[in-house]
């Protein structure tokens, strides 16, 4: 455990990939885009948020949640992988969150949330 960080970056350029066995129902982990926009590639569990960021066999892994022995499983597949298919899953990765999860992207979404909205006619 490294302890709390500001920066992340650096973990990140030095990482051959994270791992985020996340169980619980959550959002989107920042955790995996940030991963992903620095070209690590992932391996995280079936489970809303998590799979909506790792594409299985392309920018990661995906196991089973709550089954130490899938994650073990996937962690052992990702450490025989050649460098150049790391590498491609970490391109990949990047692409995917510039393509689905850009600031850019959410920013559009919520403006046009917002004016949908203030057009109602019964908006008070």
Known sequence: ???????????FEEAHCF?????????????????????????TTDNNGCK?????NVNGFICNKNDAADLALKMQQ?????????SEMGRRGREIVLEKFDVRITIEKYDEAVKKIISKKDFV
């Open 52 to 56: 909506e960021v790792i594409n299985d």
């Open 1 to 11: 455990f490294l302890g709390f960080s500001e920066n992340v970056t650096s973990f």
């Open 19 to 43: 791992v985020l066995p996340s169980y619980y129902q959550e959002g989107v982990p920042r955790s995996l885009l940030e991963a992903c926009a620095m070209e690590v590639p992932c391996i």
């Open 78 to 86: 990702m450490l025989c992988l050649p460098a150049t298919q790391l």
